[in-house]
C-alpha cells in the first residue's frame, strides 16, 4: 500500500502500490518507514461542485440539493454514516452513505 500524507503525518489517502517488489528494491535511498500514519481526529472535507441540475457526486454517489445550488461550490462532510452539505456556514442537508468506501477523495 502506498500512504500519501500531509506535511503533519495525517493520512490522506491509502492507495495500492503499483511497483513490484524487484521494482521497490531498486529504489536509490530507500528506508523503512516511519511510525504509521496518524487518521484525521476531524471529519473529512471536500469541496464539489453541483451539476446544472442540482447534483453532486461524491464516493460515487449523487447527492441532488436542488437546481437552485447549480454551479455552486459546496462543502461535503464526512460524518462516519452520512455525508453532510454545507453553503458556506449553512447545512443543506445530510444523507445516509450508500456504499462502503475506503476513501472520499
Known amino acids: 500500500m502506498l500512504h ?4 503533519d503525518r495525517t493520512l490522506l489517502r491509502s492507495l495500492p502500490n503499483p511497483l513490484t517488489p524487484q521494482e521497490q528494491a531498486r529504489i536509490r535511498d530507500a528506508r523503512p518507514a516511519g ?9 473529512l472535507r471536500v469541496e464539489r461542485r453541483v451539476s446544472s441540475r442540482g ?13 437552485g445550488h447549480a454551479g455552486r461550490t459546496l462543502t461535503v462532510e464526512d460524518a462516519d454514516t452520512t455525508f453532510r452539505v454545507h453553503d458556506g456556514d449553512q447545512f443543506l442537508t445530510e ?11
Open 4 to 7: 500519501l500524507l500531509d506535511a
Open 35 to 43: 511510525p504509521p500514519p496518524t487518521p484525521a481526529t476531524q471529519p
Open 55 to 67: 447534483v453532486l457526486v461524491i464516493a460515487g454517489q449523487k447527492i441532488h440539493v436542488g437546481i
Open 95 to 105: 444523507v445516509p452513505q450508500r456504499a462502503v468506501r475506503s476513501n472520499l477523495i
